[in-house]
């Protein structure tokens, strides 16, 4: 069994954080606090309400209090691009920073978004991206990940909707331009895919219609659904992608894997995932 209580705070305790502005309801804190209980740990995980005019501020504040690490959510990810002394791979191939580390007083951007999706979709869904074909809803900063990973994970083809076709035609053009090899285009398919993605925010709030019009494209015709929105835990999209007779998922595991990277990076340690797992939906879900 794992230890499920954390270590009595005193003047060694190492200190993490997520910053985001709505940050209220987010599961990191439960889900990376059972974490360092599990692995008896003396850290701490927090979450502040940052505005962006003070993401510099807070950033550079938690340096100088020698924080371990820092997590960052909606809307500073583009932001913090500029704000940390040194990027990581991972940060400069997504442009976006989802975990900092502090390093002997440098703050170092990474990225643990895109393979988090991977991961997510190859344990919940049983989907290997390299050869599949894939339907891609939305063209914001998640789609735009996603996309761009499915593309360097060699996809067979990609197909990108989006309700500003703009946006999704710009990430073609960059898919083109960084994978040439890869068949890229914007609408919905003529034939059968693998998998369905949905990373725009339609299914959030209840009224919220599904993000896949079923006039263009059925669900008969892919195999598997995966929604990056984990609350509710069954979106409009799910529940008739599961009575039309897909694999389903939804974004638990994403949100796990991304916050499980971050966890071996501060520590150097093994994440313990399935503790993590728990906690989150314990969060989220009450469960
Ligand atoms: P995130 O960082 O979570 O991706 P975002 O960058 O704001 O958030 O992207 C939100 C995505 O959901 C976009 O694809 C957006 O479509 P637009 O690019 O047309 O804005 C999509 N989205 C949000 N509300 C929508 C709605 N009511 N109908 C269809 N798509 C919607």
Redesign the pocket.
């Known amino acids: 069994m794992p230890q499920t209580s954390l270590a009595p705070i005193n003047a060694a305790t190492r200190l993490c954080a997520v910053l985001g502005s709505p940050i209220r309801h987010s599961a990191s804190p439960a889900m990376h606090n059972a974490a360092f209980a599990a692995l008896g740990l003396n850290w701490r995980y927090l979450a502040f309400e940052v505005d962006p005019k003070n993401l510099r501020a807070a950033i550079a504040g938690a340096r100088a209090m020698n924080f371990a690490g820092l997590n960052l959510t ?1 809307p500073h ?1 583009l932001l913090a691009v500029d704000m940390v002394d040194e990027l990581d791979a991972s940060a400069k191939t997504w442009g976006a920073v989802n975990t900092i580390k502090f390093e002997n007083g440098r703050a170092i951007g990474f990225n643990t978004d895109a393979d988090a999706i991977v991961t997510s979709l190859h344990e919940d869904l049983k989907v290997e991206l390299r050869g599949a074909k894939v339907l891609l ?8 990940t996603a996309a761009l990973k499915f593309a360097a994970e060699n996809v067979a083809e990609l197909f990108l909707v ?3 076709a703009s ?1 999704a035609e710009e990430i073609a053009a960059e898919i083109k331009k960084q994978f040439p090899s890869i068949k890229v285009s914007v609408g919905y398919p003529k034939a059968e895919v693998d998998l369905i993605l949905n ?4 299914g959030l709030k209840p009224e ?2 599904s ?1 896949l019009n079923e006039k263009q494209f059925s669900l008969k015709q892919t195999r598997a659904v995966y929604d ?1 929105i984990y609350q509710p835990a069954e979106t409009k999209l799910l529940a008739a992608a599961k009575a039309a007779g897909c694999k389903t998922a939804n974004g638990i595991g994403m949100l796990v894997h991304q916050g499980a990277t971050a966890f071996e990076l501060w520590t150097g340690q093994s994440a313990p995932v399935a503790v993590m797992r728990r906690a989150v939906e314990g969060s989220v879900y009450g469960v």
């Open positions: 909606v990810k809803l939305g063209a914001g900063g998640a789609g735009r989006n309700r500003t946006k990373a725009t925010s339609l919220d219609s993000p990056m």
